[in-house]
């Protein structure tokens, strides 16, 4: 049995080390890959302090191999069904489908039973991507054409999470006129709460519909984030002690925090639309009372929850990202704020204060 070396935990107790572990070979997975960069999330972090309890080890192992967002090299595939050769690039998705209807038509983000039914790599019963090598399906496999500054491409996971929140906008405010009387979204305004990495890709998409785009916090931002807002032509507001703008037509929350998105679903415009995607089982509750729910049904306000995302978003996000490589100022290169080596593994115990997004290079 061929030995590697990966950062592992125990699901769902916590824990993390960077050990050699036995190179799993399944011999339907055809595609042998090396990681090249892996980002690393809340997700991972939640996991190794033994604080997301639906996450378990592959069957027959008492540990998970950690992270679900990688860029990888093919070292070798024998299936060139889906036109992937030795050397070429690729992104592995995370979430594979199970039975159910939804998952039987690609769209295992919707999955009617995800409790049960998918399993997830890096998080539910399926190894992660941080390991010297993996093998896996090419089916699981999106590959990236343009092979310049690969580095950015580790963001595809991530980015294809706000790919599927826009769909489910387009969806939503398609029920009445959504756009100016210009008929362009120029003077919608979208609000975005929080900035981390996913708030950050959230805004740099809401900028692609050419809305004006307004990040939050609750402090204030350090200069090197605050070079990214203005390099995207977005805004920032503290919303403890600035003004807010006066209406909001798209809301996205990525802090899951119920007091802060109450504050601001009260600033929803008519039709407006409320995108939930940040999750946070600690956050404390909130009161909100019978005039809230009078605003949300008076402003045919929607709110919705958004998941993951498909091998389509994945597609999206890899073509956005290809275009914000060449953006001018390269606003998107600045998300990535370390890079460090898998031995470093008190990067996934303690979030640095600069971090957009830490990455691991293999
Ligand atoms: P992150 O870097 O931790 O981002 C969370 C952001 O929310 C941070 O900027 C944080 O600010 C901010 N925040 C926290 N409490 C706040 C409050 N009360 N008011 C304003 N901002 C607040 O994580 P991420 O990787 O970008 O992911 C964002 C969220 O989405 C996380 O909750 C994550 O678990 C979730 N997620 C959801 C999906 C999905 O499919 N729905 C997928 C991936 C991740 P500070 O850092 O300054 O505290
Ligand atoms: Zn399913």
Redesign the pocket.
Known sequence: MTRISALVTSAPAGGISYKNIDLQVNNEAKAKLKPVYTGL???DRMMISGNLPFTYNPKGQDYIVIGHEAVCQVLDIEDNKFNIKSGDYVVPVVRRPGSCVNCRIGRPDNCSDADHDVIEAGVRGLNGFNSEYFYDFPQNLLKINDKTNILINVLTE?TK?VMKAFEIFDKVSERSIFTGSDSTYMQKNCVI???????FLYAFMAKEYTMNVFM????SMPEDKMKIIDGINASFFN?KNETMPDYIDLLID????P??IMRFIRKLNYNGVCIL????GAAPGTDYTGIDISYIVEHNIVIAG???GSKKHYLDAIKYLNKWKYMPGSAVKYLITGIFSPDETEIFMK?PIEEIKSVIKW
């Open positions: 999330c809340g997700t991530p999470n709460i929080g900035t981390g990495s996913e708030a939050t916090n609750r402090h919303y990525t802090s899951g925090d007091e802060t995607f940040g999750t946070n958004s998941v993951d979030k």
